[in-house]
């Protein structure tokens, strides 16, 4: 009974250990997001991504859809690391995410996020994380 009793309190400890570790990493990337990052190093970054999403939804409204959608693949695995925007590259064995399972043809707005991109890469080159562009999309 005795020996029961210190697992249960060594498996209580362990639990909170864990939760107040998970509480801090989880803080400290709520820092790291915040809404303007962009203002001093690319100011114009997510006016070019919001026009250019909402020139597409204007043109087919079930783009949203789509673009919600990659968000969610990229996001859902290993958080969002932008891996879903990553192709193929020809001659190489291993299949981007892009062309995996059930990804492989059903993914629509990747051409939007392409088109942000290469706005914003000519107004502010090498600035904006790929992973943003994506995040900066969905809102």
Same mark, same amino acid.
């Given at each position: ?10 498996? *209580?400890?362990?639990?909170?250990? /864990? ?7 989880? +803080?400290?990337?709520? $820092? ?5 990052? =962009?203002? *001093?190093? /690319? ?14 939804? +204007? %043109?087919?409204?079930?783009? %949203? ?5 990659? =968000?969610? $693949?990229? /996001? ?11 192709? *193929? ?12 399972? %059930?990804?492989?043809? +059903? ?19 090498? *600035?904006?994380? /790929?992973?943003? =562009? ?6």
């Amino acid at each position: 009974m005795m020996k029961m009793l210190r697992v249960v309190t060594w498996f *209580t400890k362990l639990s909170m250990l /864990c939760m107040l570790l998970i509480a801090i990493d989880t +803080t400290k990337a709520q $820092h790291q997001l915040k809404l303007g990052f =962009y203002r *001093t190093t /690319c100011p114009a970054a997510e006016k070019i991504v919001r026009d250019t999403v909402n020139k597409a939804v +204007t %043109a087919n409204p079930g783009m %949203a859809a789509g673009i919600l959608r990659l =968000y969610f $693949h990229d /996001c859902f695995v290993r958080g969002c690391d932008a891996s879903l925007l990553l192709k *193929t590259v020809p001659g190489d064995e291993t299949e981007s995410e892009q062309d995996a399972g %059930a990804n492989a043809g +059903t993914l629509r707005g990747l051409e939007i996020i392409d088109q942000a991109k290469a706005k914003i890469e000519i107004a502010c080159p090498k *600035t904006v994380s /790929c992973a943003d =562009y994506n995040g900066l999309a969905q809102r």
